[in-house]
């Protein structure tokens, strides 16, 4: 590998341009597959750059053949392009095919793009889930939802397997009268069905994968398990500890999220989404094999190996063997600014992140440079407390009420 690495990226989002701003001061070069002004080249000149999209196959390789290691910001990638540069190869200068390493492996990335096939695995491998099943589709998916609710009940969620993100490829069936509403919804994409889940809370854990060049394990590393409260849906704060859990079941949680994360293949850091029933067992969601929403908090709370930072770390092969990822502070929270009605609706919020100043909490802004659209997530507010005693959510209850009045 080149010094300095230089790392290619699928996608040039927030994920992305966070990754670049932590590559800076380590002196590693990314090189970003998106279009032109996207989010992370914003932050990052660099002379290779490609332009385009990361489902474009010419593109990802034109990609791979200026770079030392792939990865990603987003799963929704080909992963058959991946397989290929990393098992066969890139022809390079001289003509000879040159393989280039992706991490996380394009073995997890097509395995976790299909939402029911990912679930299947962790069934398999002992983790408890939430029970589904697969939908027919075109004129059998009607009576295909008869049989979920024979075999789920009441209510249930309609999946869509692939593609979907912020909850945008689900939907709620309560009764046999959504079942229209569903198939006009989603009925056009693959889907599966899956049991209502009635949590009491929903957690998160992200986790550093290491891997030897033959693909074994040599480990996994946890942050604390984090709260993450939804609204439609899609997340809207992060909360570090949750509240009023156990340590007991923090515990467990990253417990069975390193389980999740072992059974996966590649290097990089991993999020894995849980649901903590009113018992205080643990069912698992989702993974995303990639920095996450509910990790952005690490970047302040956990400065010296934030995700990533962690990320960068695991996908060079260069993460210490000791490492703990323990919180310099006791507290964080992290809140999502979502674009409103109005391009200008969430500037409110933002000033007063500029400007508000709370003794003994810190408050750190991040804009992402997108353009503002109604519920798109364009940037974040982390809050951290070197306090376990303050009643932190309460302390940037302004700040939560200006979120909520964006919505109005
Ligand atoms: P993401 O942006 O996290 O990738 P997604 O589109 O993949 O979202 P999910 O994570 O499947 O969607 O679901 C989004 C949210 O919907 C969950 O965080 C949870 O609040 C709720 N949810 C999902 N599945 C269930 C379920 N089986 N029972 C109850 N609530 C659920
Ligand atoms: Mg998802
Ligand atoms: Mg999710």
Same mark, same amino acid.
Request: charged fraction near 25%; aromatic fraction near 6%.
């Given at each position: 590998?080149? %010094?300095?690495?230089?790392?290619?990226?699928?996608?040039? *989002? +927030?994920?992305?341009? $966070?990754?670049?701003?932590?590559?800076?001061?380590? &002196?590693?070069?990314?090189?970003?597959?998106?279009?032109?002004?996207?989010?992370?080249? +914003?932050?990052?000149?660099?002379?290779? =750059?490609?332009?385009?999209?990361?489902?474009?196959?010419?593109?990802?390789?034109?990609?791979?053949?200026?770079?030392?290691?792939?990865?990603? #910001?987003?799963?929704?990638?080909?992963?058959?392009?991946?397989?290929?540069?990393?098992? !066969? &190869?890139?022809?390079?200068?001289?003509?000879?095919?040159?393989?280039?390493?992706? =991490?996380?492996?394009?073995?997890?990335?097509?395995?976790?793009?299909?939402?029911?096939?990912?679930?299947?695995?962790?069934?398999?491998?002992?983790?408890?889930?939430?029970?589904? $099943?697969?939908?027919?589709?075109? #004129?059998?998916?009607?009576?295909?939802? &008869?049989?979920?609710?024979?075999?789920?009940?009441?209510?249930?969620?309609?999946?869509?397997?692939?593609?979907?993100?912020?909850?945008?490829?689900?939907?709620?069936?309560?009764?046999?009268?959504?079942?229209?509403?569903?198939?006009?919804?989603?009925?056009?994409?693959?889907?599966?069905? #899956?049991?209502?889940?009635?949590?009491? $809370?929903?957690?998160?854990?992200?986790?550093?994968? @290491?891997?030897?060049?033959?693909?074994?394990?040599?480990?996994?590393?946890?942050?604390?398990?984090?709260?993450?409260?939804?609204?439609?849906?899609?997340?809207?704060?992060?909360? $570090?500890?949750?509240?009023?859990?156990?340590?007991?079941?923090?515990?467990?949680?990253?417990?069975?999220?390193?389980?999740?994360?072992?059974?996966?293949? *590649?290097?990089?850091?991993?999020?894995?989404?849980?649901?903590?029933?009113?018992?205080? @067992?643990?069912?698992?969601?989702?993974?995303?094999? !990639?920095?996450?929403?509910?990790?952005?908090? @690490?970047?302040?709370?956990?400065?010296?190996?934030?995700?990533?930072?962690?990320?960068?770390?695991?996908?060079?092969?260069?993460?210490?063997?000791?490492?703990?990822?323990?919180? %310099?502070?006791?507290?964080?929270?992290?809140?999502?600014?979502?674009?409103?009605?109005?391009?200008?609706?969430?500037?409110?919020?933002? &000033?007063?992140?500029? @400007? #508000?100043?709370?003794?003994?909490?810190?408050?750190?802004? =991040?804009?992402?440079?997108?353009?503002?659209?109604?519920? !798109?997530?364009?940037?974040?507010?982390?809050?951290?407390?070197?306090?376990?005693?303050?009643?932190?959510?309460?302390?940037?209850?302004?700040?939560?009420?200006?979120?909520?009045?964006?919505?109005?």
């Amino acid at each position: 590998m080149s %010094r300095p690495p230089v790392i290619g990226l699928l996608g040039g *989002g +927030q994920l992305g341009r $966070m990754l670049c701003e932590a590559a800076g001061p380590l &002196g590693y070069h990314v090189a970003v597959l998106d279009e032109d002004g996207c989010p992370a080249k +914003q932050v990052n000149g660099s002379d290779k =750059h490609v332009c385009g999209s990361f489902k474009d196959a010419a593109k990802v390789r034109e990609l791979a053949a200026r770079c030392d290691v792939l990865t990603v #910001e987003i799963e929704h990638v080909n992963a058959d392009v991946l397989e290929d540069i990393a098992v !066969r &190869g890139v022809p390079s200068a001289s003509g000879e095919l040159r393989k280039v390493p992706v =991490h996380p492996s394009w073995r997890t990335l097509r395995l976790v793009q299909d939402k029911y096939e990912q679930k299947e695995h962790l069934r398999a491998n002992g983790i408890p889930v939430a029970s589904q $099943m697969a939908l027919d589709g075109g #004129e059998l998916l009607a009576v295909s939802l &008869g049989h979920a609710y024979h075999r789920l009940a009441f209510p249930f969620m309609v999946k869509a397997r692939k593609g979907s993100y912020d909850g945008r490829g689900n939907f709620k069936v309560s009764g046999p009268d959504d079942f229209e509403a569903a198939i006009d919804a989603l009925g056009a994409l693959p889907l599966y069905a #899956e049991k209502w889940v009635p949590f009491a $809370m929903e957690l998160a854990v992200m986790v550093i994968r @290491t891997e030897d060049d033959d693909g074994e394990c040599t480990g996994v590393y946890s942050y604390p398990a984090v709260e993450t409260v939804h609204e439609d849906d899609v997340c809207k704060t992060v909360l $570090m500890p949750p509240r009023k859990v156990d340590a007991a079941v923090c515990d467990n949680a990253q417990r069975v999220a390193e389980q999740v994360v072992r059974s996966l293949w *590649g290097r990089g850091v991993f999020a894995v989404e849980m649901f903590l029933l009113q018992d205080g @067992t643990i069912m698992v969601n989702e993974v995303a094999p !990639r920095p996450h929403n509910s990790g952005h908090y @690490t970047i302040e709370a956990v400065p010296y190996m934030s995700q990533y930072k962690a990320q960068l770390c695991a996908i060079l092969d260069i993460v210490p063997k000791s490492l703990r990822l323990t919180p %310099r502070v006791a507290q964080a929270a992290m809140a999502n600014i979502l674009g409103g009605a109005n391009p200008d609706s969430h500037d409110k919020l933002v &000033g007063l992140a500029e @400007t #508000e100043y709370i003794d003994g909490t810190d408050i750190y802004l =991040h804009l992402y440079g997108k353009a503002s659209k109604p519920g !798109r997530k364009i940037g974040h507010i982390t809050f951290t407390t070197p306090s376990p005693d303050v009643d932190l959510l309460r302390t940037i209850g302004p700040f939560i009420n200006q979120i909520d009045a964006i919505r109005q």
